[in-house]
């Protein structure tokens, strides 16, 4: 009996030590998360507020690049515009690309993806509607 009670109250004290460690804090409640739709064949990219990051990933293996393209919208860098490529093949994981973003409530970012044939390809098969992210950050 001593036995079953001594490993009750050590897989209590696992769960609630567990249990501790996946609160979210008000700083991690703050990260927002835009993505576009995964059809198609321009690939699939993502736009994470905390740290102004993209991802992007081809999920095709049909020998093309996929490219998330950015523009600023609003704020004092409105214009400024980018490129995220993933041009390591088809289901290789995300390809990251970290950004530096001034910060404000209505600064926002649009993005979409695009397949390229080759580093100077024609753009094939964008990646419609733009999606658009807060920089800040929104529920």
């Known amino acids: 009996m001593k036995k079953s009670s001594a490993i009750k109250a050590a897989i209590t004290t696992a769960f609630a030590a567990a249990l ?4 979210v804090t008000p700083a991690q409640a703050t990260t927002t998360k835009w993505c576009t739709l995964m059809q198609g064949t321009a690939g699939y990219g993502c736009f994470y507020s905390d740290g102004d ?3 992007v990933q081809d999920y095709i293996a049909d020998g093309k690049r996929v ?3 950015w523009t600023l919208i609003n704020g004092p860098q409105e214009g400024r515009s980018g490129s995220c490529t993933d041009a390591d093949g088809a ?3 995300f390809t990251w690309c970290d950004y530096d973003f001034p910060e404000g409530s209505n600064y926002a970012v649009t993005f979409a993806t695009t397949a390229r044939d080759g580093a100077n390809g024609k753009d094939e098969h964008p990646n419609n509607p733009l999606i658009i992210g807060y920089v800040s950050g929104h529920a």
Request: charged share 10%; proline share 0%.
């Open 91 to 93: 289901a290789n994981g």
């Open 20 to 23: 501790a460690f996946s609160i």
């Open 53 to 55: 990051k993209f991802a």
């Open 67 to 69: 490219i998330l393209w």
